[in-house]
């Protein structure tokens, strides 16, 4: 059902002339490095048993290496078939520019180069260097530079060094992001509020950047399909036992958890068939009149799982929770906000806040988290059988360091909103799901969101992902504007 975040990435280690003890070494020491990376797949050519062979049905060369350009062509088929998603090029001592460029120029997917740093020179009349990747990298870089090819520079590193699984972990998010967004299938049911011009969105626009379609059903379609559930499915049973475990306190009758239950099971139909990866849908006024609900907490309950759901029909909205989502490579969800308000008493404060639609593995205090009526946010009035505006979700997200994320798109340029803050916890209760963030910068970031032309919706999860946005932003050709 969830998205798989997980990335394959192409490793090109790559030597001139001779292969030595220290190329071995080099190439060893980088595997390991990257294979303490969670959520990434190493893809890299294996050692002929014979020292000879090439092979690229099995992705054999004489040394697991790359030098030359018949092997650089055996390897980008090895590749190819594997469907790496990424390249790592690295010079081991000097490194062959041609082939290990010849691969990228193949595969035209996202390129991190590195190389690795000097050792001591030779103890030997000569003196000669033993590795010489200071110069050769040059010479790789400029041949991806004249081909056009985007890469991103990492820098020279042994590779056990820190910064190095720092900047390859950075990559792999990238990689993951741009994976996720080119031919996404982004669901839309129903229409946009009738007033909310703001989430309007071009779908041929769309279409020419990211090769994305946007799968449309009617609300009528999906309650039509949840209404015919009989009250007794065993499906639907399972479902309103999960939405009690879910919640701490409810103060929303049986009969919204039952029709709650239905929608959930039409919606997860919806994703499943169409093999979505993020979706939108109308949150209101039509829900209330065809099933007596508010959907908020559905929408918690599916981006909890890995759906991940929009309010308000805002489709560059969920595209926004799916770049949050692939750049954390799964490791936590998204809550999809609105700007509110700036705090009273702490100007670099504001209410990242909606209706009820947070996932409660956000919350701060799970034993706190509540299922409300928008006309009860407290939870002391008498339960109503029938309540339209049932169905809120009603927490505090967990204190940390936040990226909130928002894409935008005018006359067919795109542009990518990037900025972070910290969520600081507060003694209030408040509707809804929310937070109080503290940013660097409150004035900036409002005067940006207001002269950039961003909406009042962004997508805001957990932990500082600037880097490898950025990487996305240079790899599509997509406009940073970061705060």
């Known amino acids: 059902m969830t998205d798989d975040v997980t990335v394959k990435i192409g490793f090109v280690p790559s030597y001139r002339f001779r292969y030595t003890p220290w190329i071995k070494k080099m190439r060893k020491d980088s595997l390991a490095t990257f294979a303490k990376i969670v959520g990434v797949d190493i893809v890299v050519p294996q050692p002929a048993p014979d020292g000879k062979t090439l092979d690229a049905e099995e992705g054999l060369t004489p040394h697991g290496t790359v030098s030359g350009l018949d092997e650089a062509e055996a390897v980008a088929e090895y590749f190819r078939r594997e469907s790496v998603d990424g390249l790592i090029l690295c010079p081991l001592d000097f490194g062959d520019e041609r082939s290990a460029v010849k691969i990228a ?79 996404a299938r982004i669901g839309q049911i129903g229409v946009r509020p009738q007033t909310f011009e703001t989430v309007g969105y071009d779908e041929v626009a769309m279409i020419q950047k ?10 009528s379609d999906i309650t039509n399909k949840a209404l015919a559930y009989a009250d007794d499915d065993p499906a639907v049973a399972a479902t309103m036992e999960d939405f009690r475990a879910s919640y701490a306190e409810i103060t929303v009758s049986d009969d919204y958890l039952l029709n709650a239950s239905k929608l959930e099971l039409a919606l997860t139909a919806f994703w499943e068939v169409n093999k979505l990866s993020a ?18 907490a559905n929408y918690g309950r599916m981006t909890g799982k890995g759906m991940l759901t929009a309010c308000e029909t805002d489709v560059l909205g969920a595209l926004s929770m799916l770049v949050c989502h692939r750049a954390a490579l799964g490791e936590t969800v998204p809550h999809f906000i609105d700007w509110t308000i700036r705090h009273r008493d702490e100007p670099n404060q504001l209410l990242a806040w909606h209706c009820g639609n947070a996932p409660t593995c956000l919350a701060a205090e799970p034993d706190q988290v509540a299922l409300r009526s928008r006309h009860d946010m407290t939870g002391c009035e008498p339960i109503p059988e029938e309540d339209t505006q049932a169905g809120l979700a009603q927490f505090q997200i967990k204190p940390g360091k936040v990226t909130f994320c928002r894409l935008a798109e005018y ?32 004035d900036k970031l409002y005067r940006t969101l207001v002269e950039e032309g961003f909406v009042h919706h962004a997508s805001m999860i957990h932990g500082d992902y600037t880097q490898p946005l950025l990487q996305v932003c240079k790899f599509l050709d997509i406009e940073p504007i970061v705060v």
């Not at 979706?279 to 908020?296: E, F």
């Not at 990037?418 to 209030?428: A, F, H, K, L, Q």
């Not at 799901?433 to 660097?440: A, G, P």
Request: charged share 20%; proline share 5%.
């Open 105 to 183: 120029e193949k595969l035209g997917v996202p390129v991190l180069l590195y190389a690795t740093k000097e050792p001591s020179a030779n103890d030997n009349p000569g003196l000669t260097r033993v590795s010489d990747s200071y110069c050769g990298n040059l010479s790789m870089a400029s041949g991806l530079y004249r081909r056009k090819i985007q890469f991103r520079y990492a820098g020279l590193f042994f590779p056990d060094e820190p910064e190095l699984l720092a900047e390859v972990e950075d990559f792999a998010r990238a990689v993951a992001v741009i994976k996720g967004l080119k031919g």
């Open 210 to 219: 990211f090769g994305q379609n946007v799968i449309y059903s009617n609300l």
């Open 279 to 296: 979706m939108t849908m109308q949150c209101w006024p039509s829900i209330q009149r065809l099933m007596g609900i508010s959907v908020c």
């Open 411 to 442: 006359d067919n340029a795109w542009k990518m909103l990037i900025t972070t803050g910290e969520i600081v916890p507060s003694d209030e209760t408040l509707a809804g799901t929310w937070s109080w963030v503290e940013v660097k910068d409150h």
